[in-house]
């Protein structure tokens, strides 16, 4: 009866661990990215995560190739949050080709004119929490 | 009950309320001060680069491929195996775009037996063997995705095993691969939206930075200190605020690139 117990408390607190894992962020940045994945887009494994203040901008500077077409999915665990992102190129002009936002997901497209330094500038523009988790993930084709 | 239509228009708007436009410029040095610029870098992949020369005018890719890297066994200490499994993985990009199966397979063995001896198998076995059943099926896309979660899976376990810095040359030993491979191609088939290709600023300050800030048994290890004065060598030859970059700099990055890659794949 003893293993039994031990056997079902080790059991939830492997659950629990497993849990701890899963980066809420990251799940609604990748559900932002679900359209362009079935339009081949390769999704990276990698991403960007962090927690940010409300109305805090935030900048993440990343190599971009002429000739591929990029997407930047942005998500926040906080279901009350209103995140925006957009891009902007090596001498710090607005990129966007299409952007799109809704709630704790956004999104932003972009067709690099030339090869550099591109700037994603994002931020949490409202929200019920203090400090809010966020993912940035990206893909390319 | 009855609806007030002016709390429901109210209520509509907070919900729908516009957020402000983009501002049109971006300039690093004027963000407001309580603006965070995110000090994380990611990597690409190989293919990325791949990717965008393909589009250029396809590439005889199979002719690039290094088959002996696929045959290799770990050698020299922990940092050269780093740069040597990042280095294969990238050899696995290359030969998903000649869509040469059985060689993509070897790789996926190849990445086990040195992630093996590095420590972190367990943690990419998963990955190696959907390398191998998606190259069988010849679904190459998803081999792409299987290669760049083996190269995030690999540098994840090493950051738990508080081997960090060898997570840092997995990447570097990927990225010089890579390298030499672009740099090989416009060279000999030079186009300036080829060699652009090359211009990447932001990473070789990145890769200097951190190999330069190891601890010292890392950063002092004979074959980091010749990859740090390669990186260094390659980075005015890849253009600095201008893009351009001339055949005889891709010339000269593909054979720096290349001197290196054969350094990290030799007995020490």
């Not at chain 1, 930047?72 to 902007?88: N, P």
């Amino acid at each position: 009866m003893k293993k039994i117990l031990l056997l079902a408390v080790l059991t939830i607190f492997a659950t629990n661990a497993a849990r701890a894992y899963v980066d809420d962020a990251h799940s609604r940045a990748m559900e932002a990215a679900t359209p362009q994945a079935k339009q081949g887009f390769l999704v990276r494994q990698e991403y960007w995560a962090g927690t940010l203040a409300t109305k805090q901008p935030s900048v993440v500077k990343h190599q971009l190739f002429k000739g591929n077409t990029y997407w930047f999915w942005l998500g926040s665990d906080e279901d009350s949050a209103q995140v925006t992102v957009h891009i902007y190129d090596p001498k710090g002009n607005l990129a966007d080709a299409e952007a799109w936002q809704k709630g704790n997901k956004a999104a932003v497209k972009v067709v690099p004119k030339v090869t550099g330094t591109y700037y994603i500038s994002f931020s949490i523009d409202q929200s019920k929490a203090k400090k809010n988790r966020w993912a940035l993930a990206y893909g390319y084709k | 009950m009855k609806l007030n239509p002016l709390l429901f228009l109210a209520a509509a708007a907070a919900v729908a309320a516009p957020l402000p436009p983009p501002a049109q410029q971006l300039d690093l040095d004027k963000l407001p001060s309580q603006s965070k610029v995110i000090d994380q870098v990611v990597v690409p992949v190989p293919s990325e680069v791949f990717a965008a020369l393909d589009k250029l005018g396809k590439p005889r890719w199979a002719g690039l491929i290094h088959r002996e890297a696929s045959k290799a066994k770990p050698v020299g200490e922990a940092p050269q195996i780093a740069l040597m499994l990042g280095s294969i993985i990238a050899e696995g990009f290359i030969a998903v775009e000649a869509e040469d199966t059985e060689e993509v397979k070897d790789i996926g063995r190849a990445i086990l037996s040195f992630s093996n001896a590095i420590g972190v198998r367990k943690a990419v076995v998963r990955r190696a063997n959907s390398i191998i059943e998606f190259a069988d099926k010849k679904k190459w896309l998803k081999v792409r995705g299987e290669l760049d979660g083996a190269l995030n899976d690999v540098r994840e376990a090493m950051v738990e095993l508080n081997s960090e810095s060898l997570a840092h040359l997995v990447s570097v030993g990927g990225w010089l691969r890579g390298t030499e491979v672009v740099a090989t191609l416009v060279s000999s088939d030079y186009s300036r939206d080829g060699a652009e290709l090359l211009h990447q600023p932001g990473l070789l300050e990145y890769f200097q930075r951190t190999l330069g800030g190891m601890k010292s048994r890392l950063r002092d290890h004979a074959l980091t200190v010749k990859v740090r004065k390669g990186l260094a060598d390659i980075r005015p030859l890849a253009g600095g605020d201008d893009a351009r970059v001339s055949q005889k700099s891709a010339k000269e990055i593909a054979a720096i690139a290349g001197d290196l890659v054969k350094a990290i794949s030799s007995k020490p």
